[in-house]
């Protein structure tokens, strides 16, 4: 294979990399257009569990504010991860148009997951959000700014991270 075609060959793969980045980065633009910044909306209401919660309450603490569906098998990646965060830290998931309480409640029990859940049936703390998609994380501060925001896939040791600077 002479010089040339090699250069060709390594333009080629280039190009195509530079083609899959770029739609990389607009399909996240794309899903992250409507997403809040700045102060965390509120977020109150009843856990599954019967608890009541509020952001507001949190306030001098870093969350993970975590919006996610029973239906998603990106967020059935995570779900371990945001398990094992909310025995470290303070966690908020929101479980978005995944049906009753009653059905996410035996979606957590099958899945042996005890992470505290709001339910969000229709949609309204998603909307109030600006979440489009699931998962979306939510890092929130200690004076109640959103620091990170993700939206798709992200490890457990990224959002360790994110809330470990949250707290600085």
């Keep these: 294979m002479s010089n040339s075609s090699r250069w060709r ?3 080629r793969r280039g190009i195509e990399l530079l083609v899959i980045l770029t739609l990389f ?3 996240r633009a794309w899903q992250q257009r409507d997403i809040v910044t700045g102060p965390a909306p509120e977020l109150a209401g009843t856990l599954l569990d019967g608890q ?3 952001l507001a309450e949190l306030h ?3 969350v993970l504010v975590y919006f996610w569906a029973t239906w998603c098998s990106v967020c059935a990646l995570e779900e371990n ?3 094992a965060l909310a025995g470290r830290y303070h966690v908020i998931t929101v479980a978005m148009q995944s049906g009753s309480d009653a059905e996410v409640i035996s979606y957590l029990e099958e899945n042996g997951l005890s992470f505290p859940v709001l339910n969000d049936p229709r949609g309204v703390f998603a909307n109030n959000w600006g979440v489009r998609a699931v998962p979306a ?5 200690a004076n109640g700014q959103i620091r990170f925001t993700e939206v798709g896939y992200t490890t ?3 959002l360790r991270g994110r809330l470990w600077l949250a707290g600085e």
Excluded: H, Q, R, T
């Design 137 to 141: 994380s939510f890092v929130i501060d």
């Design 60 to 62: 001098g603490n870093p």
């Design 9 to 11: 060959k390594w333009g």
């Design 156 to 158: 457990g040791i990224g």
């Design 52 to 54: 009541p919660v509020s």
């Design 81 to 83: 991860s945001i398990d």
């Design 25 to 27: 980065f607009a399909l």
